[in-house]
């Protein structure tokens, strides 16, 4: 499975992006989708995940109430609607799947995450 992300760009603090994952090769319906994202020189940090198993959302509380996860099972894509973007959100913005529960996924490292897509650059000026 590759999954391929889309969608970044540099944008004013205040405004919205909408990124995408396009997964191929192998349906992820059962898979949690998340995201992540890493700035210069900081470790990838967990954005979102919607659980595989019920739907459920997750959100790091530095992005929660303006950023949305979503997806299409039956396009095997997932997306985040970013809005009232800070210049703090700056960073490469990876999606990513797994088989674990949510909880399980926002502890391991991200070198054992199921699948990684290569990222998009979000730049956030202000």
């Known amino acids: 499975v590759q999954l391929q992300a889309s969608g970044g760009g540099l944008v004013l603090a205040g405004g919205s992006l909408r990124l995408s994952c396009a997964a191929n090769?192998?349906?992820?319906?059962?898979?949690?989708k998340c995201w992540f994202r890493q700035a210069p020189g900081k470790e990838p940090e967990w954005v979102s995940c919607?659980?595989?198993?019920?739907?459920?959302?997750y959100y790091a509380e530095s992005v929660k109430g303006r950023f949305t996860i979503s997806t299409d099972n039956a396009k095997n894509t997932w997306w985040l609607q970013q809005n009232s973007l800070k210049t703090e959100d700056t960073a490469v913005y990876y999606c990513?799947?797994?088989?674990?529960?949510?909880?399980?996924?926002?502890?391991?490292?991200?070198?054992?995450?199921?699948?990684w897509g290569q990222g998009t650059q979000v730049t956030v000026s202000s």
């Open positions: 990513a799947a797994d088989l674990r529960p949510v909880q399980r996924i926002i502890t391991i490292s991200t070198t054992r995450i199921d699948y």
């Open positions: 919607m659980s595989g198993r019920d739907g459920a959302t």
């Open positions: 090769g192998y349906s992820l319906e059962k898979y949690s």
